[in-house]
């Protein structure tokens, strides 16, 4: 029944690796997001899919590349982890780009060492 | 200066007080006002949705936007210990902004029984 479901909850990987988080939306909603969520709670948009086309890419690294097979579906890929790359992460969906509200998912958290 | 500022608290009431929660922010060009409820662990949670200034009520929470003073606050009426969690103000102009959402700190908020 979860509307915005994120896996894995959570992840502890070394510097250097590569990983990935999935998201799925049951809501069926058209746009999908990644939000950052650092130790301070300041939550800050990453990037944005509206019907598989990338709409907003807020200033991220490269190393990170978003996928989005399908409207209900967005995965994030993180190539060489660093130690800033801890946070939470969160996925996010909502009817349109118009002023639907956002929906959440739970997060993963994300622990580099 | 941040775009949206929040005081993070944290805020300490008894149960059954009146809790206020405010945020201010400066881009004129913000429309459309959200508070978000995040417990622990958790994806923040849709409380109150709200367009341009006015005040809208919804159960125990009543949200105001002034908009000439930029600002924003959200009213908890007799709260209860399950009100216990971090609250997060967030905002977005019109348009295709397409969920670019700015949030603000967040309020950490305990109300004991």
């Known amino acids: 029944d979860t509307a915005v479901s994120q896996t894995p909850k959570y992840l502890v990987t070394q510097m250097g690796n590569d990983k990935s988080i999935k998201c799925e939306q049951n809501l069926g909603h058209d746009t999908m997001y990644w939000y950052k969520q650092d130790s301070k709670k300041f939550l800050k948009i990453m990037f944005s899919y509206n019907n598989k086309e990338l709409i907003i890419n807020e200033t991220v690294p490269n190393r990170f590349s978003p996928k989005s097979p399908d409207k209900a579906h967005l995965n994030l890929h993180i190539n060489s982890l660093e130690l800033g790359d801890s946070a939470v992460y969160f996925c996010a969906s909502s009817p349109g780009e118009g002023s639907s509200p956002l929906h959440f998912g739970n997060g993963t958290r994300l622990t580099v060492t | 200066q941040k775009e949206v500022e929040q005081d993070p608290g944290p805020l300490s009431v008894p149960e059954g007080a009146i809790v206020s929660l405010n945020c201010t922010y400066s881009?004129?060009?913000?429309?459309?006002f959200m508070w978000y409820r995040q417990y622990s662990r958790k994806g923040p949670e849709l409380l109150m949705y709200t367009y341009s200034s006015g005040n809208k009520e919804d159960g125990r929470f009543t949200a105001q936007v002034d908009k000439s003073s930029k600002y924003i606050s959200l009213f908890i009426r007799d709260s209860q210990p399950s009100d216990s969690a971090t609250y997060l103000c967030a905002m977005r102009t019109g348009g295709t902004s397409y969920g670019k959402l700015t949030f603000g700190q967040g309020t950490i908020l305990t109300v004991h029984p």
């Open positions: 881009n004129s060009a913000f429309q459309y």
